[in-house]
């Protein structure tokens, strides 16, 4: 059973840094994405970066246009660890964080960035911005 453990998160001011951490264990991962998305209160689960990897040493990223420029996910693969790196922070950035794994691997077309599409989650971390 495949496993997502996140950390990271808080409170913190607007225009403010956090860092997300996704620690991934038990079986190995068929898929060769890994995604983060966010929910605010009363809204759907959205995309807000992935990082694909299509050989060794080469990799793909993608954002949501609304955290481009101030996100960045990065991963550790010796410590098989996803971060996501959020600066400029703005109270729209606040919401459960969750990482995420899709079931299948996406080498010549983009990752999904349905929800739906994704089969392994982290427990989400709450990250709240004060204006």
């Known amino acids: 059973q495949v496993q997502l453990v996140q950390s990271g998160g808080g409170l913190v001011q607007a225009g403010g840094s956090l860092r997300l951490s996704c620690a991934a264990s038990g079986r190995t991962f068929s898929s060769n994405v890994m995604a983060w998305f966010r929910q605010a209160p009363g809204k759907e689960r959205e995309f807000v970066a992935d990082?694909?990897?299509?050989?060794?040493?080469?990799?793909?990223?993608n954002y949501a246009d609304s955290v481009k420029g101030r996100f960045t996910i990065m991963a550790d693969n010796a410590k098989n660890t996803v971060y996501l790196q959020m600066n400029k922070l703005t109270p729209e950035d606040t919401g459960v964080y969750y990482c995420a794994a899709p079931p299948n691997a996406y080498y010549s077309i983009a990752p999904p960035r349905q929800s739906s599409d994704y089969r392994h989650w982290g427990q989400g971390t709450q990250v709240t911005v004060s204006s």
């Open positions: 990082i694909r990897w299509t050989s060794p040493g080469i990799h793909y990223l």
